[in-house]
């Protein structure tokens, strides 16, 4: 079965570094990846998407994720951080085959300090 | 820049009670989802829908729930007798093709007392 592991449910940066937050699925063949953001009370807003085409994946908001195979894995990262990056972040996974619906991780709340 | 709305934003019902989440999903969509998150958990997928029937429903989504395209333009989720534990955010959300990035509703925050 499909799943995704999101490592840190909490992760703390200074405005002005860099962001990492990690994401690993498990799958048996490639599938679609993607991250969203959640903002307080809002919904949820795609950043970006892997659909096998280039490995490294630029989003909005000066974001971009890396497709690893080899690691299974599509850490988000972002070079230096902004207080409005403050926000819920959610790794997604759609299967290759069999069904459409997405699969989300657990989430990593993202803090930015002054 | 077209969006997916729902209506209401906050719903309170009594348990046992009937409610209708509604969705307008993005007009040249053809495919439509349900999602539900309980507060402080992650989001869980109920249905989808394509061509006027279900294409996948998760174990959540047992009787109590139904879901409707009564028109070309709305979306709705029903749950026939509410439960306190069905208290959540329910999102709705469209996709033009199976697979490709879904688009998110606001949330319909739903309160069973």
């Known amino acids: 079965a499909q799943s995704v592991t999101q490592l840190g449910s909490h992760v703390s940066v200074s405005e002005g570094a860099l962001v990492l937050l990690r994401c690993n699925y498990s799958s048996s063949v490639p599938p679609y990846l993607f991250w969203y953001v959640q903002y307080p009370n809002q919904g949820l807003q795609l950043l970006l998407k892997?659909?096998?085409?280039?490995?490294l994946v630029k989003g909005i908001n000066g974001f971009e994720a890396e497709f690893k195979k080899s690691e299974t894995s599509f850490h988000l990262t972002k070079p230096s951080a902004h207080m409005s990056d403050a926000a819920e972040y959610f790794c997604?996974?759609?299967?290759?085959?069999?069904?459409?619906?997405?699969?989300f991780g657990a989430g990593t709340r993202l803090f930015v300090k002054a | 820049e077209p969006e997916v709305t729902q209506t209401p934003s906050h719903q309170v019902t009594q348990m046992g009670q009937e409610v209708i989440l509604r969705c307008v999903p993005i007009s040249n969509h053809l495919y439509f989802y349900w999602y539900r998150q309980i507060l402080g958990q992650k989001v869980e997928f109920l249905v989808s829908?394509?061509?006027?029937?279900?294409?996948?429903k998760s174990e959540i989504f047992d009787d109590q729930f139904s879901v409707e395209r009564p028109d070309g333009s709305n979306f709705t989720l029903k749950i026939r007798s509410t439960k306190l534990e069905d208290s959540a955010m329910y999102f709705c959300a469209s996709s033009d093709r199976g697979r490709n990035e879904q688009y998110f509703g606001p949330g319909t925050r739903l309160t069973v007392t």
């Open positions: 892997y659909t096998s085409a280039a490995t």
């Open positions: 997604a996974v759609t299967p290759e085959a069999g069904g459409f619906k997405t699969i």
């Open positions: 829908f394509y061509n006027n029937e279900i294409s996948e």
